[in-house]
């Protein structure tokens, strides 16, 4: 029993430099388990350390069956907002902090989708605007557009340029 406590205590220290900033954020949530005293409690603080480490990583949970995406910013939101409610007892699962990360991560949702829209808007207009100052269009002169479409009409067979003509 001595040896596992020993094991969970190294584990627990190594995962804890890996929040790096956001460890005081993650300890505190771990303290809403009513992890005290430590020493005897050093299986549950390591579980719940590896499940937010999974959760940093991923950057994903899923709740009642249905997976959700949230960027470890939209997880320290939540963390927060957790962190600073009060509760009458000790948290026995991560159910109230899916919660509050559901509504984040279809935040995060609606953001992206209307960025990338935005986007995608951009290049369509860059596309369809053909531009005056092309050095490529530029500098063609007549008999190198005559020459270009010849090659053309070898390739596709002359029956697109036949009304060029």
Do not use: C
Request: no cysteine.
């Amino acid at each position: 029993m001595e040896m596992q406590q020993d094991k969970d205590l190294v584990a627990i220290n190594m995962m804890s430099a890996g929040f790096g900033k956001h460890a005081h954020l993650v300890w505190a949530y771990v303290e809403l388990f009513g992890v005290t005293p430590m020493r005897a409690k050093t299986k549950k603080i390591r579980v719940i350390l590896e499940e937010m480490k999974g959760l940093f990583d991923s950057q994903a949970f899923k709740y009642q069956k249905r997976e959700y995406e949230i960027s470890q910013a939209g997880i320290t939101e939540a963390l927060n907002v957790v962190v600073h409610r009060h509760f009458e007892t000790p948290l026995d699962s991560h159910n109230y902090l899916k919660k509050i990360m559901i509504g984040i991560s279809e935040r995060e949702g609606r953001e992206s989708g209307k960025t990338a829209e935005k986007g995608l808007r951009k290049k369509e207009k860059e596309l369809s605007v053909r531009r005056a100052d092309d050095p490529f269009l530029e500098n063609l002169t007549p008999e190198q557009i005559e020459e270009n479409i010849g090659r053309l009409k070898k390739v596709v067979g002359g029956g697109l340029f036949k009304n060029m003509e």
